[in-house]
């Protein structure tokens, strides 16, 4: 999971493992789940924010990728979302 800090060149990596739990009455596993990130998503909801508001200025996506450290790709599905 990436977060976003004020220096953009040296962003925070944390590894996080969404543990997942066995229901004892029907053997199924579920996910937890965390306040940072969105079930099966690897990108922290306050980059996702912080892209989402450099979106609104007049800036090309290429840019806002280079400056949050993301790929284009993440840019755009954020943008669609």
């Keep these: 999971m990436r977060i976003i800090t004020a220096d953009a060149s040296?962003?925070?990596t944390?590894?996080?493992?969404?543990?997942?739990i066995p229901c004892n009455a029907c053997l199924k596993r579920s996910m937890a789940?965390?306040?940072?990130?969105?079930k099966y998503?690897?990108?922290s909801n306050a980059s996702k924010r912080k892209v989402l508001a450099a979106l609104?200025?007049?800036?090309?996506?290429?840019?806002?990728?280079?400056?949050?450290n993301l790929s284009v790709n993440t840019v755009q599905r954020v943008l669609e979302s």
């Design 10 to 12: 040296k962003p925070i």
């Design 14 to 20: 944390i590894k996080l493992r969404k543990q997942r």
């Design 33 to 38: 789940q965390f306040s940072l990130v969105n």
């Design 41 to 43: 998503c690897h990108i």
């Design 56 to 68: 609104t200025e007049d800036r090309s996506m290429t840019s806002i990728a280079r400056k949050h």
